[in-house]
């Protein structure tokens, strides 16, 4: 029984992985592409600088780039208070 | 841990370490020209930290880097960009209020280094941020990790 689910658990997984193969996009051409013409036909005149990912993640998505800044201070932070509480218990 | 590497290594790390320096501010500098940034510029300079922390050990660290002043810069980094997305807040929170003004970071030339408006500045806030707060993570990890090891 188990191994029956098994099997079956693993032809259904690889149908849809041949489903999903067999009707992906041609490369190159994604389906929804108004935001990315937006950003590469705009982002020279509106931002002024030729690389468009540091135009996204700094201006147009900022606030995003304010949350990884966030998660580094936090991993530093961690780190301090993990190592400082085994020099503490040790002394 | 202490004694670091063997002579080629530290010999190449004297050739090598000050060019993985520039080359993480140059990258951190042309954020907005060329691929990179302040993220993976800061993580180009904390990396050349790294080498000379696994190449001559911890015991020529102490007086080179002081750990609370790279804390101290990592919050100013922090700072830094939270005022200068707070800068064009009367627009917008982000808002580049620098970017087409003619000013300073304003030329409306995109292939120079001084256009962008705020971006430059906002690379060189977070680069900042990410050298110091790695090489920080780095120096607290070798410490807590050799304490351990000599007690």
């Given at each position: 029984m188990k191994r029956a689910l098994t099997?079956?658990?693993?032809?259904?997984?690889?149908?849809f992985l041949v489903v999903a193969a067999t009707t992906m996009r041609p490369f190159g051409e994604p389906s929804h592409t108004e935001m990315d013409d937006y950003f590469l036909a705009n982002c020279q005149t509106e931002v002024v600088a030729n690389n468009v990912v540091t135009a996204v993640?700094?201006?147009?998505?900022?606030?995003?780039?304010?949350?990884?800044?966030?998660?580094?201070?936090?991993?530093?932070?961690?780190?301090?208070?993990?190592?400082r509480t085994v020099r503490e218990d040790e002394r | 841990m202490n004694g670091g590497m063997s002579i080629i290594v530290k010999t190449v790390t004297r050739f090598v370490y000050a060019l993985i320096i520039m080359f993480g501010f140059y990258v951190i500098m042309h954020g907005h020209l060329t691929p990179g940034?302040?993220?993976?510029?800061?993580?180009?300079?904390?990396?050349?930290?790294a080498l000379v922390l696994v190449a001559f050990g911890?015991?020529?660290?102490?007086?080179?880097?002081?750990?609370?002043?790279?804390?101290?810069?990592?919050?100013?980094?922090?700072?830094?960009?939270?005022?200068?997305?707070?800068?064009?807040?009367?627009?917008?929170?982000?808002?580049?209020?620098?970017?087409?003004?003619?000013?300073?970071f304003g030329k409306t030339d995109p292939a120079v280094l001084a256009s962008g408006g705020l971006l430059p500045l906002m690379n060189w806030a977070v680069g900042l941020k990410v050298m110091t707060g790695i090489v920080s993570i780095l120096i607290i990890m070798i410490i807590g990790s050799r304490e351990e090891a000599v007690e």
């Open positions: 099997v079956a658990a693993f032809l259904l997984v690889a149908a993640v700094f201006d147009y998505r900022g606030f995003d780039t304010l949350g990884e800044a966030t998660v580094l201070f936090a991993a530093v932070v961690g780190v301090l208070a993990l190592f | 940034g302040g993220f993976q510029g800061g993580a180009v300079v904390a990396s050349a930290f911890t015991a020529g660290l102490k007086g080179v880097l002081n750990r609370h002043l790279l804390q101290s810069l990592e919050e100013v980094g922090a700072l830094a960009f939270l005022g200068l997305a707070f800068a064009g807040i009367g627009t917008a929170f982000f808002y580049n209020i620098l970017a087409n003004s003619g000013a300073v």
